[in-house]
Nanobody, 117 residues
Framework: QVQLVESGGGLVQPGGSLRLSCAAS????????MGWYRQAPGKQRELVAS???????NYADSVKGRFTISRDNAKHTMYLQMNSLKPEDTAVYYC???????????WGQGTQVTVSS
């Protein structure tokens, strides 16, 4: 069964940094485009950043210049480096294949990011 495990979230002050990790199991990781998504309370899930199997990246306008998505295919792991964090970045962050989730039941627990003073 596909397994995606997010980690690295936490509580940070505005302007701080966090690095999120996404560990993928039971998936041919290297052949899929991947994305980081986030969902704030009462809001729809939104795409934050994507990275193709070849390493081409794209970012939502709201995080451009502050976040960096990367992947290590040998480790079946994807990362999201988040700098200059803002309160509006507060959300649960998820990883999955892009543009469609690999399976409807493939979403993990996510990792909570809270930006607050």
């Amino acid at each position: 069964q596909v397994q995606l495990v997010e980690s690295g979230g936490g509580l940070v002050q505005p302007g701080g940094s966090l690095r999120l990790s996404c560990a993928a199991s039971r998936i041919a990781f290297s052949i899929y485009d991947m994305g980081w998504y986030r969902q704030a309370p009462g809001k729809q899930r939104e795409l934050v950043a994507s990275i193709t199997r070849g390493g081409i990246t794209n970012y939502a306008d709201s995080v451009k210049g502050r976040f960096t998505i990367s992947r290590d295919n040998a480790k079946h792991t994807m990362y999201l480096q988040m700098n200059s964090l803002k309160p509006e970045d507060t959300a649960v962050y998820y990883c999955n294949t892009y543009p469609n989730p690999i399976r409807a039941d493939s979403w993990g627990q996510g990792t909570q990011v809270t930006v607050s003073s």
